[in-house]
C-alpha cells in the first residue's frame, strides 16, 4: 500500500515540475492566503511617532537609496503609514534624515586621462 502511495506522489511531483516548467505554475489550484505582516508599531504598542524619534522612521527608509517602504513590505496600516511618511518627510527637513543616502553614479569609477 505504501509502495502506491509513493508512486502516486511521485507522479503528483512530476507534474508538478512539468507545469512549472511551462510556467504555468499550478492551474485550478486556489491562491494559498498569506499571514499578514505586523507592524513594529503595533507590536511595540507605538501610538505615535515623532520627527524627532530617528531610530524608528529609519526602520522604514530603503537600505541603498532612502525611499520610504511601501505599508505591505513594513505591514503598517493606512494610518500608520500617513504618520510615518509625515514623520520622515519633516524630519528630513529638519535635516535629521537624508533626502538621498547614495547617488547613482557614486559606485562608478573616475576616469583616468
Given amino acids: ?3 502506491n502511495k ?3 506522489m511521485d507522479g503528483a511531483s512530476e507534474k508538478a515540475a512539468v507545469d512549472m516548467a511551462d510556467g504555468r505554475g ?3 489550484r486556489g491562491r494559498k492566503s498569506r499571514r499578514r505582516k505586523v507592524s513594529f508599531l503595533t507590536l ?3 501610538d505615535t511617532v515623532d520627527y524627532k524619534d530617528v531610530n524608528v522612521l529609519r ?3 530603503s537600505a541603498d537609496r532612502g525611499k520610504i517602504l511601501a505599508s505591505r ?3 503598517n496600516t493606512a ?3 500617513r504618520m510615518i511618511s509625515q514623520a520622515i518627510k519633516r524630519a528630513r527637513e529638519m535635516a535629521l ?3 538621498v543616502l547614495s547617488e547613482p553614479g557614486d559606485d562608478r569609477k573616475p576616469r583616468q586621462a
Wanted: proline residues 4%; glycine residues 12%; without cysteine.
Fill in 97 to 99: 534624515l537624508p533626502f
Fill in 44 to 46: 511595540n504598542k507605538i
Fill in 26 to 28: 499550478g492551474e485550478g
Fill in 79 to 81: 494610518k500608520q503609514q
Fill in 1 to 3: 500500500m505504501s509502495d
Fill in 59 to 61: 526602520r522604514y527608509l
Fill in 6 to 8: 509513493d508512486a502516486m
Fill in 73 to 75: 513590505q513594513t505591514g
